[in-house]
């Protein structure tokens, strides 16, 4: 089929780009027009990039003030740009984030890190953003061209999720579990009474919502695939700390889930006995799972949020 062939209407071509509505003067104040609905596009740029870059700057260095290492300001900043489909600012975070960075082998880190938000992020705010938006990260990873090392490791790196089907059902079953626990440790003590009302709903909304996404995506690939168990964590993880953390970004920067926020905000509360005791930021981390700390990342994304 040719391309010219292949071609949607015309009509339908105008149509789907355009916004859901369009600017109208409003019927209860004259003389003013109220906004069009909402694009077809992501966001554009951000009018004053400088700007941006500032904001950037001010939080890695308040979370640095505050004993935080860089995991924690970039998950919160990432998963807030995806949420608010921000491409071009989502490449300007990754642009600060490999001009901080301490060698090579960091800006791997950092990337990597930034790369795992965004697929956490499908659990929070869905598959499209998330696709459109991977993808304009990984635009500034290669704009380096192929031969920079970041841009082959990224490329080299291997899926961690997949999940085999020669082993008797024994990885299924510690998906499961990993599934259960985390949703429990998020939860307790309504996890159970949380599946119920879900379950009222539908009942395959537990079931896809803790087997789908607790399981394999918001749990830790070491805890269920057994290519990746017994390897030390890396530190670009996004693991039980961050992962309240992505989710708190995500839905707060989303706005009209607030009972979710709360959920999560919770969760970052109870996330303080996941903090390793020879975690160099530990203090830091566990000022974090304090109710200043959990002040301090809901403004951190209402600020981000508002910087663009």
């Keep these: 089929m040719s391309k010219k062939s292949a071609s949607l209407p015309p009509a339908l071509k105008t149509l789907l780009k355009q916004p859901t509505f369009p600017a109208r003067p409003s019927q209860l104040r004259p003389g003013v027009t109220l906004a069009p609905g909402r694009s077809a596009d992501p966001l554009p740029a951000p009018s004053d990039p400088a700007r941006l870059q500032r904001h950037f700057a001010g939080l890695e260095s308040d979370a640095a003030a505050r004993g935080l290492g860089w995991g924690e300001w970039l998950s919160l900043s990432t998963a807030t740009l995806l949420t608010l489909n921000s491409p071009s600012s989502l490449q300007a975070l990754h642009r600060h984030a490999m001009s901080g960075a301490s060698g090579a082998h960091e800006r791997l880190d950092r990337a990597l890190l930034m790369r795992e938000t965004g697929l956490k992020c499908i659990g929070f705010i869905g598959i499209?953003?998330?696709?459109?938006?991977?993808?304009?990260?990984?635009?500034?990873?290669?704009?380096?061209?192929?031969?920079?090392?970041?841009?082959?490791?990224?490329?080299?790196?291997?899926?961690?999720?997949?999940?085999?089907?020669n082993?008797?059902?024994?990885?299924?079953?510690?998906?499961?579990?990993?599934?259960?626990?985390?949703?429990?440790?998020?939860?307790?003590?309504?996890?159970?009474?949380?599946?119920?009302?879900?379950?009222?709903?539908?009942?395959?909304?537990?079931?896809?919502?803790?087997?789908?996404?607790?399981?394999?995506?918001?749990?830790?690939?070491?805890?269920?695939?057994?290519?990746?168990?017994?390897?030390?964590?890396?530190?670009w993880e996004v693991n039980r700390l961050r992962t309240s953390l992505v989710a708190i970004a995500a839905l707060r920067a989303q706005g009209g889930v607030g009972p979710q926020v709360t959920s999560h905000v919770w969760g970052l509360l109870k996330a303080k006995k996941s903090i390793a005791a020879d975690d160099a930021h530990r203090a830091g981390l566990e000022w974090l799972?304090?109710?200043?700390?959990?002040?301090?990342?809901?403004?951190?994304?209402?600020?981000?949020?508002?910087?663009?």
Excluded at 167 to 192: C, F, M, N
Aim: some cysteine.
């Design 289 to 308: 799972c304090s109710e200043e700390g959990s002040l301090w990342a809901v403004r951190a994304v209402d600020g981000v949020s508002s910087s663009l």
């Design 128 to 165: 499209p953003k998330v696709i459109n938006n991977l993808a304009a990260l990984r635009s500034a990873v290669d704009a380096a061209g192929p031969d920079d090392s970041l841009a082959r490791a990224l490329t080299e790196t291997q899926p961690r999720r997949k999940l085999g089907n």
């Design 167 to 235: 082993d008797g059902g024994k990885t299924l079953a510690r998906v499961h579990s990993a599934a259960y626990e985390l949703w429990d440790d998020i939860y307790q003590p309504h996890s159970d009474k949380l599946l119920k009302i879900l379950g009222h709903s539908h009942p395959d909304l537990p079931v896809f919502i803790v087997e789908g996404e607790y399981g394999p995506l918001f749990s830790m690939p070491h805890r269920f695939n057994p290519e990746v168990a017994g390897h030390e964590e890396p530190s």
